[in-house]
């Protein structure tokens, strides 16, 4: 499972303080402990700062770059403070661009930077109507989206399509809607990867970090690629250990034992 650490997101108040400090070496452990917890690419994120993003968001990608060889994802949407971050990413590293939608005018000027940049795209099941309320409509939302950005010259396995995530706290079957948008993206586009924000699905409840764990392994079962989360939540990372050996995506579990004997399990 692709793992995106979500912990350099500015609109976390201490992330945000930190960038204000430019607190370059509180930042650089956290990409650190990020990485040595299993994460596979960090989120970056400086979307709280509107008036300095462009020139946030180059530095920040500069001394993570310093600090670990991770990819990054770029969460932002200013496009222009994705493209700084992308002129800053290191060479060897395809990254993530997140995100591009349906709606007309994001999708417009994301795919440029897309193309140019040769990134990888999370691609959110939404359009110019708004989150769709059931699987039909939002499924056929994401196959639009995934149609459209193969037309445009993106390769399949360069698309995390994530279907949106909501509370199950405003609506119980959010989480099931969800699961079954990402059954059904893997059915008909077995080459795309899935992607969520994992974490919304227990926004407003309490113990929120077991209905994390548990959503996380019927999500995985469901075809599940990646998710962004919290790497340094150790019960967490068992859960993704040990859904994918469960759901035969680990090949004789290699990622489980490796998890267990390096102390991470």
């Known amino acids: 499972m692709i793992v995106i650490g979500e912990k350099i997101n500015s609109t976390r108040k201490s992330i ?4 204000a400090k430019k607190d370059a070496s509180y930042l650089q452990k956290l990409a650190r402990d990020q ?7 960090l989120d970056v994120n400086t979307g709280a700062f509107p008036e300095e993003e462009v020139r946030l968001m180059e530095w920040l990608v500069q001394i993570i770059n310093q600090a670990v060889d991770l990819p990054l994802a770029l969460d932002s949407a200013n ?21 591009i939608t349906a709606e007309n005018a994001k999708f417009r000027e994301v795919v440029p930077l897309v ?7 999370l691609a959110l099941a939404l359009d110019d109507d708004g989150i769709s309320k059931t699987v039909e409509e939002r499924f056929g939302v994401a196959q639009r989206l995934i149609e459209a950005l193969c037309a445009a010259g993106v390769e399949q396995n360069r698309i995390f399509l994530d279907p949106l995530i909501q509370p199950i706290s405003v609506q119980n079957d959010f989480g099931l809607i969800a699961i079954e948008v990402i059954r059904r ?12 924000g994992l974490s919304n699905i227990s926004f407003g409840l309490p113990q929120r ?3 994390n764990r548990y959503f ?15 790497p340094l939540d150790r019960e967490l990372m068992d859960a993704v250990n040990v859904s994918e050996a ?3 995506k680990d090949r004789f579990c290699k990622n489980y034992i490796k998890a267990y004997r390096q102390g991470r399990a």
């Open 16 to 19: 945000k303080e930190a960038i």
């Open 35 to 41: 990485a040595q917890a299993g994460a596979d690419y």
């Open 79 to 99: 496009p222009a403070a994705l493209e700084a971050g992308l002129k800053a990413i290191a060479d060897n590293t395809r990254p993530i661009i997140n995100s």
């Open 115 to 121: 193309l140019k940049y040769e990134a990888s795209v």
């Open 185 to 196: 993206v893997k059915q008909q586009f077995p080459e795309v990867k899935t992607t969520c």
């Open 209 to 211: 970090a077991k209905l």
């Open 216 to 230: 996380l392994a019927m999500a995985v079962a469901a075809g599940l690629d990646s998710a962004i989360l919290d």
């Open 246 to 248: 469960l759901s035969g």
